[in-house]
């Protein structure tokens, strides 16, 4: 069955340092999304991307974050100058269509900084 | 304004049994969305069940069901015999149509679901 798989499944780094994330949606899926999961806390939506460009960014989702798409099975997410606050669990999930679609979740990347 | 609502921070079960976890959702979209996810210790998330909100009939998937009540706004999960393996977060979440673009999934704060052998 396709999965959506992620890259690292965890990163240390320190504050101030760049990191990016790494996602390989599902093959014939169009819409991607990156979510992340402060410990303890709910899921929050990061970004969404389609046809090569955001769709929506939430409130969370300042300069120091961009996501890419930089061939046709990669979607990243990189963190410019990660601060402490930025330490969570990044699921990167993708879908068939933008509307009523299950989204697919990949395993995560938990991010610490130190 | 909170989109969706799970009451129960956690709930224990003895094995076997069945157990109704509560989700109650706010739009005031016609479509929509709703969508069960399971969040073991391990901390993938993994989708379990989804409904939409023109669906006649509740969604089922093997043990899960969605007990869809669309004039009370609410989508509870239903899992029937009850498994160890059952032992996990979960989130009840919701999708809002975007017609020029990918919507997003809103997440409740999830319920702790503990089955006791």
């Known amino acids: 069955e396709p999965e959506v798989t992620q890259t690292p499944s965890h990163q240390v780094t320190q504050m101030g340092q760049e990191v990016i994330l790494r996602c390989v949606p599902i093959?014939?899926?169009?819409?991607f999304y990156w979510y992340r999961q402060i410990l303890g806390q709910k899921v929050e939506f990061l970004v969404s991307?389609?046809?090569?460009?955001?769709?929506?960014k939430s409130e969370i989702f300042d300069d120091q974050f961009s996501v890419e798409r930089p061939d046709g099975s990669n979607f990243t997410l990189k963190i410019r100058s990660t601060k402490l606050e930025d330490s969570a669990m990044y699921f990167c999930?993708?879908?068939?269509?933008?509307?009523?679609?299950?989204?697919?979740f990949g395993p995560g990347t938990r991010l610490t900084v130190t | 304004a909170q989109k969706i609502t799970q009451t129960q921070p956690g709930m224990f079960v003895q094995e076997k049994e069945a157990v109704t976890l509560d989700c109650t959702y706010d739009?005031?979209?016609?479509?929509?969305?709703l969508f069960w996810y399971k969040q073991p210790s391990s901390g993938e998330m993994i989708f379990l069940i989804y409904?939409?909100?023109?669906?006649?009939q509740n969604a089922t998937e093997g043990r899960y069901s969605l007990n869809f009540q669309k004039a009370r706004k609410s989508a509870n999960l239903v899992i029937s015999a009850s498994q160890l393996g059952d032992s996990a977060m979960y989130f009840c979440?919701?999708?809002?149509?975007?017609?020029?673009?990918?919507?997003?999934?809103?997440f409740g704060s999830g319920t702790r679901l503990s089955i006791r052998p």
């Open positions: 093959s014939n899926h169009l819409y």
């Open positions: 739009t005031s979209d016609p479509s929509y969305g």
């Open positions: 979440a919701m999708r809002e149509p975007s017609y020029s673009s990918a919507s997003k999934i809103i």
């Open positions: 409904q939409g909100s023109y669906d006649q």
């Open positions: 999930a993708s879908s068939e269509g933008g509307g009523p679609y299950e989204q697919y």
């Open positions: 991307f389609y046809n090569n460009e955001i769709s929506e």
